[in-house]
């Protein structure tokens, strides 16, 4: 189980090199709002007006979101300092981190 956690925060460090995430709030609502994010990640100790907002926003663009991991993980994962919020641009990405994601869950 653990394994895959790690693939996933494996997997976001690539696609930070790669150009391929935008972190933090506003940047990530940004780029969700011009339609480049494919995937939002929230972290599960975000506030939940930050849960809230990017829930919002999401639905209503139709991009699917997951709650995953803490800020201080997501920020390690991408090489940062704790960030609640992530936006995966890319299309290959996304999806893979999805599945992971999916079979992480219990």
């Known amino acids: 189980m653990k394994t895959n956690e790690n693939k996933i925060y494996s997997l976001l460090g690539l696609a930070t090199r790669a150009g391929k995430v935008v972190s933090g709030d506003d940047s990530t609502l940004l780029e969700l709002k011009r339609g480049k994010v494919k995937l939002v990640i929230v972290a599960d100790d975000a506030s939940d007006n ?24 997501l920020g390690l994962a991408i090489g940062k300092a704790p960030r609640a919020a992530l936006g ?19």
């Open 88 to 106: 995966v641009k890319d299309e290959n990405f996304a999806k893979t981190l999805m599945e992971l994601m999916e079979t992480t869950k219990i």
């Open 50 to 73: 930050t849960k809230k907002l990017f829930k919002d926003k999401s639905s209503y663009r139709s991009i699917p979101y997951v709650y995953f991991s803490t800020k201080l993980q």
